[in-house]
């Protein structure tokens, strides 16, 4: 029955209920945390042959990567990237363990000199501003505030970004310098952007010269089952087609392919912006690790090699999902007291709660012992004006682990809108 067409009488025996169930639960003595979406150890595990002994250190080009050199990466890894991104390898750079590093730093290089020469570097200027689609990724989040940069919240919708938004700020502020982006299967909502929404992110008219695309394909190849899976649009070509060429930066990682702590990032972009970019990383540093880098390719040596390895986490992660889609669906879709998406890949599933109750949830959670991302975490500043999404990350624990933990939260979702429907 629709919670919200209970009685008083109703909701009071049913919150009793609830809360008998609740104190149970805590008694179990759960302690679990789901905050993060980090892969199993299960997951990690089939990538161990990358710890094997390399026979050589030969990379394709004959050069010993132990040694110093090779800033762009070795052409192996360049062109593993560019296949993976459909990009020429010339136009990818090779990073070290995660891409958030590569993001990181091309913010700070846009700040001290500048997005290419003659631009004005952005630590001058009064203010820069970022077009942030929420619910996003908090880290995104973090590093704009840790530079200063106001964030301006753009609303999702089943495409992604409500692109008549996008495209009137753009337009209306030259101090609008970029906006952030997860293209395929957004964190946290699992949401891959039309064809329609690239080509017009791609067609972007912004009032200022300077404009940059974060385009952080971090779920690229994450499918959870690769015959029912969505397909993303070329942004790069779609900006070289509407004349944006040098307006988009992509990036990725093996983060959640082979070890999260351990993997190898990429960034690809114009020619122009490489070039930029190169000269300036030479001052930062000598090269990555190399080493690494060819232990990935000799495990990963292509895309086909890459998609068979990551129907191998599929096959871990996809049982995952279910519980959760499958809890969510039995409890709470007959109360109608929330609302979610149902991803084909990624590594979240992102639920709407009632307006108000969020916290409460996330709350009521950690103390029967599962800890989850904070609430508003997934919206710039942490406000979350509705204080409803929640990010569920089912990745991390074992299945019997995972199971319980969607029972608590689906007492803690019933409970909260027990009380929020009681006053």
């Not at 952030?180 to 946290?188: G, L």
Request: charged letters at 20%.
């Amino acid at each position: 029955m629709n919670m919200q067409e209970m009685d008083k009488q109703q909701l009071q025996q049913l919150k009793g209920e609830l809360e008998q169930a609740y104190a149970a639960f805590k008694a179990r003595g759960l302690k679990l945390n789901m905050s993060r979406g980090k892969p199993s150890a299960e997951q990690l595990d089939l990538s161990a042959a990358l710890l094997q002994p390399l026979s050589d250190f030969k990379d394709a080009d004959g050069v010993d990567v132990r040694n110093y050199g090779g800033l762009t990466g070795i052409p192996e890894a360049r062109r593993l990237f560019g296949e993976l991104m459909d990009m020429p390898a010339e136009q990818v750079i090779i990073g070290g363990t995660a891409s958030l590093n590569l993001m990181y730093d091309t913010i700070a290089r846009a700040f001290l000199h500048g997005v290419l020469p003659g631009k004005t570097p952005w630590g001058k200027l009064d203010k820069v501003k970022f077009l942030c689609p929420a619910p996003g990724y908090d880290r995104h989040f973090a590093i704009c505030e840790s530079f200063g940069i106001e964030m301006l919240p753009i609303a999702m919708t089943a495409e992604g970004p409500d692109m008549d938004a996008v495209e009137k700020l753009a337009a209306s502020d030259s101090a609008i310098k970029g906006m952030w982006c997860v293209p395929m299967y957004s964190n946290p909502d699992g949401i891959t952007y039309s064809e329609a929404v690239v080509k017009r992110i791609a067609a972007l008219k912004p009032a200022a010269d300077d404009f940059r695309i974060m385009w952080d394909n971090a779920y690229g190849v994450h499918h959870l089952d690769a015959n029912d899976r969505d397909h993303l649009a070329n942004i790069y070509t779609a900006c070289a087609a509407a004349g944006n060429e040098d307006m988009v930066y992509m990036y990725a990682s093996t983060s959640k392919i082979t070890f999260a702590g351990g993997g190898i990032s990429a960034m690809a972009a114009s020619p122009a912006n490489i070039a930029y970019t190169v000269k300036q990383l030479g001052v930062q540093t000598i090269s990555y690790d190399k080493v690494n880098q060819l232990r990935h390719c000799r495990f990963l040596p292509d895309k086909a090699a890459v998609d068979k390895h990551m129907a191998r986490h599929a096959a871990v992660l996809k049982p995952r999902f279910d519980i959760v889609l499958q809890a969510l669906a039995q409890q709470i879709a007959p109360l109608r007291i929330g609302e979610w998406h149902q991803p084909k890949g990624g590594y979240f599933v992102s639920y709407y709660a009632l307006p108000g109750t969020a916290r409460r949830i996330v709350e009521l959670c950690k103390q029967g012992g599962v800890e989850l991302t904070g609430a508003g975490a997934a919206y710039p500043y942490k406000n979350d004006p509705d204080d409803s999404n929640i990010r569920i990350a089912p990745s991390y624990p074992s299945v019997d682990e995972l199971k319980q933990a969607m029972e608590l939260f689906c007492i803690a979702c019933k409970l909260a809108a027990a009380e929020k429907l009681l006053g």
